[in-house]
């Protein structure tokens, strides 16, 4: 008995935390169209977030609100500026920004250290 209440309270509290990490009203990013909208990024940052191209950041596991807000700032152009990602983030809808985000913040980061 104490088993079952135990599986039952990890279970609300599992879902609780699922619940407040998606604010209310929006709807949850869509992983499939954030891989499919982020294929132009693959040339730089590879499809698993694990960028070849030295100075290029790893994107693989960092956390979905980072990749967030550092898409917005490219897209505006007032706070991150650099000619390539200024220009491509530049077409992204913020519905598009979310699911790259959500894609990315998913991949699993390199084992030999943090993602850059």
């Keep these: 008995m104490k088993n079952i209440f135990r599986l ?25 169209a954030g891989k499919k909208r982020a294929a132009a990024c693959f040339a730089c940052h590879n499809p698993d977030g694990i960028a070849k191209i030295p100075g290029t950041p790893h994107l693989a596991g960092q956390e ?5 807000n ?34 990315y913040s998913l991949q699993t980061r390199m084992n030999n250290g943090p993602a850059r």
């Design 8 to 32: 039952e309270l990890a279970a609300l509290l599992l879902a609780t935390s699922m619940v407040q990490a998606q604010p209310l009203g929006e709807p949850a990013p869509d992983v499939g």
């Design 70 to 103: 550092a898409l917005r700032a490219y897209r505006d152009g007032q706070t991150r500026q650099n000619p390539i990602m200024n220009a491509m983030a530049k077409p992204l809808s913020d519905r598009d920004i979310v699911n790259i985000a959500a894609y």
């Design 64 to 68: 979905r609100g980072y990749l967030e």
